[in-house]
């Protein structure tokens, strides 16, 4: 009776302290004591994230005086600046510079070298590629080899830029590494080091070495090292089916990054690498790349100033740990393809707090299931205790998907206004130089979203079913995941198993102090999923706030029953609505272009000498307006008409007819309907095409002056690409189901418009556009066959 009284007495006095409106002194009292322990389980959360973001950063990198047997960035980065100080497209003088440097360093270092010219293929996404590639290939015995461990990493880089990250740094980072390794006793594995040419043409080295398998009949793992920004942690974003030996011998590198979601993400993208052709062999192998910084991406600010030393670092020390574990391991285990040895299994693994977390994928499923039964237990039990009816459940259950889009849609319409302020986001599609004040900005629209959503139904549904609808939600995800994509499914049963857990306890402690195990509880969400919400910005950069956004909504899932449970005025949100839109805004001001940070601006030149007219073309959204004294109108798409090689649409405005000579190219008809077409370039362009109006064409067969052929399949219209192409030029015999001739549209490219009446260079706050046909000059002509 007396416990009863008490209760009773006490229930007023919480009820006006949660309501913020105490008219006692006692009431005060249990009103600050009830704020700081909100305040205390938020605290929590937010230095668990923090810690999860800060210590997920690559390590400081080491001095050129560290022991010879160490991995030294500073040393690496020598060979970056040696070898990125120029663009080294496939087939360049420049790319042929780096070849014949490289191959003497590595004979220098005692490794056997070769760099045997082949022709590399590549057909798909409607297109054909070719090109003669030169990859470097050098090997060291190993005492007792079981078999080889690949380095790989290209040394081309895109016509736009100097490559210093993506790929000069895997190059740099494979010399160090072996210069290392020469220090102490050999290995017992055999060590090939693989530099790949053409990877930016269509992996056409690797695909060449694949096909020629140097390799065969002997274990390998292949160890794959790129990049895709020019700073951040050196993430492991892929691995081979079958991955639990691997990841077991990557518990040896001491600063693991990434996590198993990111290769179930990677494998849902039409994305590859060279490791593409190793895995589609079926070879076992790890891809490992920083992708932070991506502004600089394929751009001619991919120099080595602008290369993080400290991603270099923990690149070189992961590849030289991998290496030294694998190079004294049986590697039959590792390739049962080869091998014959029983396949292993695949495992969930994620680096979190600088350790690497892993559990068989034959957990998966059951720890979903867990999650899910943990969510009906806290469920049942706060029904029992009466802080929930079924009906506020429904309410809430139904109401968090529309909390989920509405942060989706306040991310989306962020990007909109962002891309509207200014064609730099536009043509970049928000991957911009200084983001950081933007991006807190649009995860700030996902706690608005939040916050409206205890706003408008707390007194309706109350904090505990708005917490509980909020970790089912991330329960449903986590059986979802754990069917569809295994790998991901930790980000979201984890935190609903947590979350579940910390609700369940809350409901048997006193009100005053039920936010502690919430938070606690909700460690889990914190720690994977903030993390996760800021890399998505990596990811799919401004463009995508929509991911983000909600992703943000997710991880807050915790503060639904937190923050719900109070009375939340309104200008709560509205002070959060105005930060967003502040920092939003001051995020666009600190990253104005200039000469540092340039915005970019797509500008081609086209010639078609059938017509004998000349069209500047981009395909830049939202020309800036040095573009905009080029071209004009709304975009169209490319046609018989206007003969671009790509199929986006395009912006045209009229050129000068420059006196430059079309491609030589003859075709003839053979016996059997098949067509016969020599190209070459009377102006000495190396890049060459030949594109169909129509389909009809079922294969191509490619023949290089003193090459052997290569044949290549093509679904629906032909659309070759020919890299490298020597001054004899190329035959070419289309394969066609339709005895109807052919009109095909060939055209040469080189690089540069310096040449062309009217260019004038871009301002310094304006950079070139990192497509393969940016800042072209493109001669077409056409022939019927």
Do not use: K
């Not at 991310?411 to 302020?421: K, T």
């Not at 720690?527 to 909504?553: K, W």
């Not at 002070?575 to 001001?589: E, H, N, P, T």
Request: glycine share 10%; charged share 15%; with cysteine.
């Amino acid at each position: 009776m007396v416990q009863s009284v008490r209760r009773d007495i006490r229930r007023p006095v919480l009820r006006r302290v949660v309501s913020g409106t105490p008219n006692t002194v006692p009431a005060r009292v249990e009103l600050l004591r009830a704020r700081a322990v909100l305040l205390v389980a938020v605290l929590v959360l937010v230095a668990a994230g923090a810690a999860a973001i800060v210590t997920s950063r690559p390590p400081a990198p080491a001095a050129a005086d560290v022991p010879p047997s160490a991995f030294s960035s500073a040393r690496a980065t020598g060979t970056v600046a040696a070898l990125a100080d120029r663009p080294r497209p496939i087939g360049s003088a420049a790319s042929d510079r780096a070849r014949d440097g490289l191959a003497v360093r590595l004979r220098a270092m005692g490794l056997q070298t070769s760099t045997t010219p082949s022709v590399g293929t590549f057909a798909g996404d409607g297109v054909q590629s070719v090109g003669v590639v030169d990859n470097v290939v050098a090997t060291r015995r190993g005492s007792a080899p079981t078999g080889a461990v690949v380095l790989m990493a290209h040394y081309d880089s895109v016509p736009a830029g100097p490559g210093a990250a993506d790929d000069a740094s895997g190059v740099a980072a494979i010399l160090e590494t072996v210069r290392a390794l020469s220090t102490g006793p050999a290995l017992r594995n055999d060590l090939v080091v693989l530099l790949t040419d053409g990877e930016e043409s269509g992996l056409l080295g690797a695909r060449a070495f694949t096909r020629a398998d140097p390799l065969r009949g002997r274990p390998a793992v292949v160890l794959n090292w790129e990049a895709r920004g020019s700073g951040g942690p050196a993430l492991l974003f892929q691995t081979s089916p079958g991955n639990a030996r691997l990841i077991d011998a990557y518990r040896a590198v001491q600063h693991p990054a990434g996590h198993s979601a990111l290769a179930a993400a990677y494998a849902l993208l039409p994305n590859d690498t060279d490791l593409s052709p190793f895995l589609a062999a079926g070879r076992p192998g790890l891809n490992s790349a920083f992708v932070e910084r991506a502004s600089r991406y394929h751009t001619p600010g991919d120099t080595p100033a602008n290369l993080d030393p400290a991603s270099a670092q923990q690149q070189g020390t992961s590849m030289l740990a991998l290496t030294q574990v694998l190079g004294a391991a049986d590697l039959a285990p590792f390739d049962p393809a080869v091998s014959g040895a029983p396949p292993s299994g695949d495992v969930t693994y994620a680096a979190v707090f600088g350790h690497l977390w892993v559990y068989p994928d034959g957990y998966v499923l059951p720890l979903a299931a867990l999650a899910a039964l943990a969510v009906v237990g806290a469920g049942v039990a706060t029904l029992r205790r009466r802080l929930v009816t079924p009906g506020r459940c429904a309410g809430a259950l139904a109401s968090w998907p529309v909390v989920v889009g509405v942060a989706a849609l306040l991310g989306e319409g962020a990007w909109r206004v962002l891309a509207w302020s200014r064609s730099g986001y536009a043509n970049s599609a928000g991957v911009v130089h200084r983001p950081e004040l933007t991006q807190v900005g649009v995860l700030l629209l996902g706690l608005l979203a939040l916050l409206l959503w205890g706003v408008l139904l707390r007194r309706r549904l109350g904090a505990a079913a708005m917490g509980l609808a909020a970790t089912a939600w991330l329960a449903v995800l986590g059986i979802v995941t754990a069917v569809l994509v295994p790998g991901a499914s930790f980000l979201f049963a984890l935190p609903a198993l947590g979350a579940a857990l910390g609700i369940g306890v809350a409901v048997f402690v006193p009100p005053l102090w039920r936010p502690l195990p919430v938070a606690v509880g909700g460690l889990a969400t914190a720690v994977l999923l903030v993390p996760f919400s800021v890399a998505l910005f990596d990811a799919a950069g401004l463009a995508g706030s929509a991911l983000p956004a909600l992703c943000v909504v997710l991880a807050l899932a915790p503060l639904a029953a937190l923050v719900a449970g109070r009375r939340l005025p309104t200008r709560v949100p509205v002070a959060v609505l105005v930060a967003a839109v502040g920092l939003g805004a001051l995020g666009v001001l600190v990253d104005r272009p200039d000469a540092a940070h340039p915005d970019r601006a797509d500008l081609a030149y086209l010639h078609d000498t059938d017509s004998g007219t000349a069209r500047w073309v981009s395909r830049d959204p939202v020309p800036a307006p040095w573009t905009a004294r080029y071209v004009t109108g709304e975009p169209t798409a490319p046609g018989r008409d206007l003969p671009w090689p790509a199929d986006t649409p395009i912006r045209t405005g009229p050129a000068p007819v420059v006196g430059l000579p079309a491609p030589a190219a003859v075709a003839r008809r053979l016996p059997g309907g098949a067509v016969e077409l020599r190209v070459g370039s009377r102006r000495g362009a190396d890049v060459l095409g030949v594109r169909a109006d129509t389909g009809g064409v079922t294969s191509v067969e490619v023949t290089y002056v003193g090459r052997r052929p290569v044949v290549l399949p093509v679904q629906g219209r032909l659309n070759l690409r020919l890299f490298a192409v020597p001054r004899g030029g190329a035959r070419i015999v289309l394969r066609t189901d339709s005895p109807a001739p052919q009109r095909l549209v060939v055209r040469d490219q080189t690089t540069g418009l310096s040449g062309i009446s009217g260019w004038t260079p871009r301002p310094p706050e304006l950079e070139r556009s990192p497509t393969r046909d940016g800042d072209t000059v493109v001669i077409t002509r056409s022939v019927t066959g």
